[in-house]
């Protein structure tokens, strides 16, 4: 069992920038890839970025490459979403999950997931 616990989400302004947080407890934290998805009211689940066990690999979504950095502590049990250049259809419900899946692959699942935390962004 693990639990996440998503935090850092918050109303910004286009343009502006917020670092979300997803801590992790429960079973060893490094034994798992970890993603954020996102989902807006209305839509379906959309993957954002993911980093591999030792946060060697990550992979980004198109919409946000470039603009958003997935990164992981291990020592923490913490792995960290920095997001710059926001646009309101970045507003969205942040989820961060476990997956036992590698990187690169595309359709994704996961094992674990938070509650989330609301991030929205007005124009």
């Known amino acids: 069992q693990v639990q996440l616990v998503e935090s850092g989400g918050g109303l910004v302004q286009a343009g502006g920038s917020l670092r979300l947080s997803c801590a992790a407890s429960?079973?060893?934290?490094?034994?798992?890839?970890i993603d954020w998805f996102r989902q807006a009211p209305g839509k379906e689940r959309e993957f954002v970025a993911a980093?591999?066990?030792?946060?060697?690999?990550?992979r980004y979504a198109d919409s946000v490459k470039g603009r958003f950095t997935i990164s992981r502590d291990n020592a923490k049990n913490t792995v960290y979403l920095q997001l710059t250049s926001l646009k309101p259809e970045d507003t969205a419900v942040y989820h961060c999950?476990?997956?036992?899946?590698?990187?690169?692959?595309?359709?994704?699942?996961?094992?674990?997931w938070g509650q989330g935390t609301q991030v929205t962004v007005s124009s």
């Open positions: 429960g079973r060893t934290f490094s034994n798992y890839a």
């Open positions: 999950a476990t997956t036992s899946l590698p990187v690169a692959t595309e359709r994704r699942t996961y094992s674990y």
């Open positions: 980093i591999s066990r030792l946060g060697v690999m990550t």
